[in-house]
């Protein structure tokens, strides 16, 4: 199993570029989420989603777009890119009753 | 405004001694807590949980700790070794989550186990 995969590891994007962070589970998860970590903070919550076709906002949803359409895949898209989106994504995932999330490496994302 | 507070953003022990983290919350929703470790370039690992009906868990070396009505928790590492260092994160769910799915984290605390 190679659990979360993340791709790509890192990237550096201009001011108002658009790119899809991918992220693919192989644990047959139904709940997958999006989190960020700017330095020096905890992780917050972007998107998640309980399952194919269903999606909702967490605590930063603002410049982001998810969708789920097959069970292992949930990308994060950023639509003109800002600054204040720089920092390391993470995704997740878990069953319903799952103790807890198993995480992928991240994606370090710089906008400049 | 941070829910999950843990004051110290760093910590440094002597291999073989006890490790203490301690992690404060302010909402009284929160019933579920859980304990990740990160390491650079990595993402967060699962280490070890406690559901608000239990005042303690344990875990091989690891053990937790639930005061609920001072709003607190703390792992503790014993013995502490050289691979513990990492950044230690505190993270809780509130009430009626059901799971996991809106976790609350932590700001985090950086551990350094010195051989």
Redesign the interface.
């Known amino acids: 199993n190679a659990g979360v995969t993340q791709t790509p590891k890192f990237r550096i994007l201009k001011i108002g570029q658009s790119m899809t962070l991918q992220c693919t589970q192989d644990m047959n998860h139904n709940y997958m989420y999006w989190y960020r970590q700017d330095p020096g903070m905890g992780l917050k919550l972007i998107y998640y989603s309980v399952g194919a076709g269903i999606t909702d906002k967490g605590e930063v949803p603002n410049g982001y777009n998810v969708s789920r359409s097959t069970t292992e895949d949930f990308p994060l898209r950023l639509e003109l890119a800002a600054p204040s989106q720089t920092s390391v994504y993470f995704c997740a995932s878990s069953y319903p009753q799952g103790e807890y999330n198993t995480f992928g490496s991240g994606t370090r994302l710089t906008v400049v | 405004d941070q829910q999950?507070k843990q004051n110290s953003p760093s910590l440094s022990v002597q291999e073989g001694r006890i490790s203490i983290l301690n992690c404060d919350y302010t909402n009284s929703m929160f019933d579920y807590f859980?304990w990740?470790k990160k390491y650079p370039?990595?993402?967060?690992?699962?280490l070890i949980?406690i559901s608000s009906i239990k005042d303690k868990n344990e875990d091989g070396r690891f053990t937790v700790f639930l005061n609920k009505s001072a709003k607190h928790l703390s792992l503790h590492i014993v013995p502490s070794q050289p691979g513990d260092s990492a950044v230690y994160?505190c993270?809780a769910s509130p009430r009626g989550a059901?799971?996991?799915?809106?976790?609350i984290?932590?700001?985090?605390t950086s551990l350094a186990v010195n051989p």
């Open positions: 999950v859980l990740y370039a990595e993402g967060p690992t699962f949980s994160f993270a059901g799971n996991n799915r809106k976790l984290w932590g700001l985090g």
